[in-house]
T-cell receptor, first 117, second 113 residues
């Protein structure tokens, strides 16, 4: 199984350019996530989609938009890239189940290393 | 906003030593998870704890969930160089935060031979 596939793996953008990071999962998971990881900051949630048709803001949504295209795909768009968005971006998916038991292992892609100059 | 604070941020120890990493929050989570991340890879799940007071063991790793379900700890006995990596705790949201997975800032562990 491919699991979670992110494209591209590396990208260099000029300030002001736009781009879309693609993410697809083949595990039939309901929930999908976009995180950014900076040195010493752990993983910070940008946006998440608890289920197909819904999206919600995370901790650091400014400067980003997302689209849950279907159950498999969740894309992240930078409309006007800024140097502060230089980071490693991770997409993840999980089978978030309702109570009483929430066992929801998140599976991560390999990451996209984005540099904005 | 549900936040998770991990401590310490960095840990450098010798092979054979024991260590504990802490994960604390002011919020209650439905469950709490611990992940390990290697350089250039995404995090991989180690364990999920669900019940307040729960203790889980994974070989030399012991995970504990606080009684109030706001804090957790990871204890490694007799650390080995292969334990080196970034350890992350993550809180699983419920209710209005259903499906939300929030991470702490991580603990970078280095075990020297």
């Amino acid at each position: 199984n491919a699991g979670v596939t992110q494209t591209p793996k590396f990208q260099v953008l000029k300030t002001g350019q736009s781009m879309t990071l693609q993410c697809a999962q083949d595990m039939n998971h309901n929930s999908m996530y976009w995180y950014r990881q900076d040195p010493g900051m752990g993983l910070r949630l940008i946006y998440y989609s608890a289920s197909e048709g819904t999206t919600d803001k995370g901790e650091v949504p400014n400067g980003y938009n997302v689209s849950r295209l279907n159950k498999r795909e969740f894309s992240l768009r930078l409309e006007s890239a800024a140097p502060s968005q230089t980071s490693v971006y991770f997409c993840a998916s999980s089978e978030a189940l309702h109570s009483p038991v929430l066992y929801t292992e998140a599976f991560f892609g390999q990451g996209t290393r984005l540099t904005v100059v | 906003t549900q936040l998770l604070e991990q401590s310490p941020q960095f840990l450098s120890i010798q092979e054979g030593e024991n260590l504990t990493v802490y994960c604390n929050s002011s919020s209650v989570f439905s469950s709490l998870q611990w992940y390990r991340q290697e350089p250039g890879e995404g995090p991989v799940l180690l364990v999920t704890v669900v019940t307040g007071g729960e203790v889980k063991k994974l070989k030399r790793l012991t995970f504990q969930f606080g009684d109030a379900r706001k804090d957790s700890s990871l204890h490694i006995t007799a650390a080995q160089p292969g334990d080196t990596g970034l350890y992350l705790c993550a809180g699983v949201g419920g209710g209005t935060s259903y499906g939300k997975l929030t991470f702490g800032q991580g603990t970078i562990l280095t075990v020297h031979p």
